[in-house]
């Protein structure tokens, strides 16, 4: 059996506790580089075999989980984060499909809500956006047509940016093609909930600046929009004026 684990962002407590005892009963666990913290292989009982994805292909993965499979073990593949987002599990699970190897899948902490966390933000303010969009740019890897950041950036909401932070020129050039302007508040959160996390708030217009000074290229967040700005609308779900299926409102 293959048991797909989201690691979480990268404190090791952070780990769901399904993940944390699916690692203490492997017989082999294959993780995903210096994405994932290293203190959770510590969980990994006497005698797990350990990979690291990083160094293997798609093909290398699946003949050792072919062993451990023609043994009868329990195979782990840890994922950064959640496996959901730019995990690269679709492929794996459509070759486990094939090969007729069970799979099941625990969700993890993404990085994006550890980034939130470490700002102390709130992606969805009343009057500000209720929107999220998770994205990347375009880079060795492409993106779908329709789908390229300066398009997105039109929206205006609440972004994400993964997998960018070697090329925050480009990102802050998309950005201001779309409907943020060069005072849109902006952070650079590097390696969330990490020991090593490191927080920069910014704005659009001094992100790659910001990022060029700071030396970060690579294990950050971009987070973008008015969010993370000073001024919102209250929430209706508190104020004591609305009615809700719990409670009835009073004139204020």
């Known amino acids: 059996m293959v048991h797909f684990v989201g690691a979480g962002p990268g404190a090791p407590d952070l780990i769901t506790r399904r993940g944390a005892a699916l690692l203490r009963q492997a017989d082999c666990i294959i993780y995903a580089g210096s994405l994932v913290n290293p203190a959770l292989l510590a969980l990994a009982p006497d005698g797990c075999r350990v990979y690291n994805s990083a160094e293997m292909t798609l093909e290398e993965v699946l003949a050792v989980v072919a062993t451990v499979e023609q043994a009868q073990g329990n195979t782990v593949r840890l994922h950064t984060g959640d496996p959901c987002l730019y995990g690269a599990i679709r492929e794996q699970m459509d070759a486990l499909d094939a090969a007729g190897v069970p799979y099941d899948d625990t969700p993890g902490v993404s990085s994006f809500c550890g980034a939130a966390a470490a700002l102390n933000a709130e992606y969805t303010l009343p009057g500000i956006s209720q929107t999220v969009i998770i994205t990347r740019l375009a880079g060795r890897t492409p993106v779908p047509e329709g789908e390229a950041l300066a398009g997105l950036a039109a929206h205006g909401a609440s972004m994400v940016i993964f997998l960018s ?30 020991p090593e996390e490191r927080v920069i708030r910014c704005t659009v217009g ?13 294990t950050a967040l971009v987070l973008v929009g008015g969010f ?25």
């Open 165 to 194: 932070a070697g090329m925050l020129g480009g990102v802050q050039a998309a950005l201001l093609q779309g409907a943020y302007t060069p005072d849109t508040p902006a952070a650079l959160v590097y390696k969330a909930t990490w």
């Open 206 to 218: 001094s992100l790659a600046q910001n990022g060029r000074v700071a030396g970060i290229t690579k």
């Open 228 to 252: 993370l700005g000073g001024g919102y609308t209250r929430s209706k779900l508190y104020d004591p004026g609305f009615t809700t299926g719990y409670r009835k409102g009073e004139p204020v």
